[in-house]
T-cell receptor
């Protein structure tokens, strides 16, 4: 089944403790992206990647890192999480071989930083 | 990408048609109109998209105004499983998916 898989679904951590949220897609998509969703603010893009070893900042990149060493994986790294990074995170992917390809989203990771 | 305006919420009865409006008065000539929906505890899911002509697929229909300043997502027979938040977004022609504006969307409630 074609899908974007995020892990974990829920994560509670403390301020300053490094964490990684994984994202994997099995559709051979070139484009991958991370978003955070907060009440009243909609979805905001954190980072995106157009292909392996190509990443760029989105709208709200501060406090986050990403890497794209393989086509299928696009982990989101919080080196020193803070309470304002408590949010619902979504990973998405799409192919780049045609214009306006739909985005495929994962089911989200709910992160709480205390 | 230009912004869109949608009602915060709408209600519908099960098995009746639903028309979800979206205003996008500042749309540019190369912006596509996309609709996504987000079911509870899930990520957004693609529904449909179009440029100028009306579009149909197995999930819904998209009616686009002649001046393209508004569009309507039509669910022909609402079911309880269609209860979700529906997002109307604009996406420039060569935009791979960057900086898309998912605003508040319309929360659709379906009554049995």
């Amino acid at each position: 089944e074609a899908q974007v898989t995020q892990n974990p679904r829920y994560l509670i951590t403390v301020t300053g403790k490094k964490l990684t949220v994984t994202c994997s897609q099995n559709m051979n998509h070139e484009y991958m992206s991370w978003y955070r969703q907060d009440p009243g603010l909609g979805l905001r893009q954190i980072y995106y990647s157009m292909n392996v070893e190509v990443t760029d900042k989105g709208d709200v990149p501060e406090g986050y890192k990403v890497s794209r060493k393989e086509k299928r994986n696009f982990p989101l790294i919080l080196e020193s999480p803070s309470p304002n990074q408590t949010s619902l995170y979504f990973c998405a992917s799409s192919p780049l071989d045609r214009v306006q390809s739909p985005l495929h989203f994962g089911n989200g990771t709910r992160l709480t930083v205390t | 990408d230009a912004k869109t305006t949608q009602p915060n919420s709408m209600e519908s009865n099960e098995e009746e048609p639903v028309h979800l409006p979206c205003n996008h008065s500042t749309i540019s000539g190369t912006d596509y109109i996309h609709w996504y929906r987000q079911l509870p505890s899930q990520g957004p899911e693609y529904v449909i998209h179009g440029l100028t002509s009306n579009v149909n697929n197995r999930m819904a229909s998209l009616a686009i105004a002649e001046d393209r300043k508004s569009s309507t997502l039509i669910l022909h027979r609402a079911t309880l499983r269609d209860a979700a938040v529906y997002y109307c977004i604009l996406r420039a022609i060569n935009n791979a998916g960057n900086m898309l504006t998912f605003g508040g969307g319309t929360r659709l409630m379906v009554k049995p």
